[in-house]
């Protein structure tokens, strides 16, 4: 019996350092991703998109152009936009990643691929990947996002003034 006592305590400490390294990798994954120079369109997008991510919404909204229709008349008034419609809530992680970037005079095209990661329990899990693009316009004093077709900026061209 003490053979078998000794063998489940085994499994289960194995299970224990599993789930720790896992912790960690996750843990360590996170923290290396930095702003990028924001002198071309897709450093802004990547910036934007890295600061909603960061909860850092002064500097998300200082990358909207206030040329945009339903443009938001403080940081406030897109922080409270943003907070119901930005992807990572619940069950669910979000990863973004610019796919491609093209630019023609004062206006680019910027196409991103966002992975949704959802969690179903602790033995579940799927996720699903899809691309958006997003516009921008070169604006005094850079690149500045005047639309997208993602999801958290639909608020943006159907709110009224």
Same mark, same amino acid.
């Given at each position: 019996?003490?053979?078998?006592?000794?063998?489940?305590?085994?499994?289960? !400490?194995?299970?224990?350092?599993? !789930? =720790?390294?896992?912790?960690? =990798?996750?843990?360590?994954?996170?923290?290396? =991703?930095?702003?990028?120079?924001?002198?071309?369109?897709?450093? !802004? !997008?990547?910036?934007?998109?890295?600061?909603?991510?960061?909860?850092?919404?002064?500097?998300?909204?200082?990358?909207?152009?206030?040329?945009?229709?339903?443009?938001?008349?403080?940081?406030?008034?897109?922080?409270?936009?943003?907070?119901?419609? &930005? +992807?990572?809530?619940?069950?669910?992680?979000?990863?973004?990643?610019?796919?491609?970037?093209?630019?023609?005079?004062?206006?680019?095209?910027?196409?991103?691929?966002?992975?949704?990661? &959802?969690?179903?329990? +602790?033995?579940?899990?799927?996720?699903?990947?899809?691309?958006?693009?997003?516009?921008?316009?070169?604006?005094? +004093?850079?690149?500045?996002?005047?639309?997208?077709?993602? &999801?958290?900026?639909?608020?943006?061209?159907?709110?009224?003034?």
């Amino acid at each position: 019996m003490k053979g078998v006592d000794r063998f489940l305590l085994a499994i289960v !400490a194995g299970i224990i350092v599993i !789930a =720790v390294a896992a912790v960690v =990798v996750v843990v360590s994954r996170g923290g290396d =991703v930095t702003y990028r120079p924001d002198d071309t369109p897709d450093g !802004a !997008a990547f910036n934007y998109l890295l600061a909603l991510q960061r909860g850092d919404h002064e500097r998300a909204y200082g990358y909207v152009s206030p040329s945009i229709k339903n443009y938001p008349t403080s940081v406030g008034a897109f922080a409270s936009a943003i907070e119901d419609t &930005y +992807p990572s809530r619940g069950s669910r992680d979000v990863a973004l990643e610019i796919d491609s970037a093209r630019t023609e005079n004062d206006q680019a095209w910027v196409k991103v691929r966002e992975t949704a990661y &959802y969690r179903n329990g +602790p033995f579940g899990s799927s996720q699903n990947t899809r691309t958006f693009q997003m516009t921008l316009q070169r604006e005094a +004093p850079g690149w500045r996002i005047t639309d997208s077709d993602s &999801y958290w900026a639909w608020q943006w061209r159907t709110l009224p003034k």
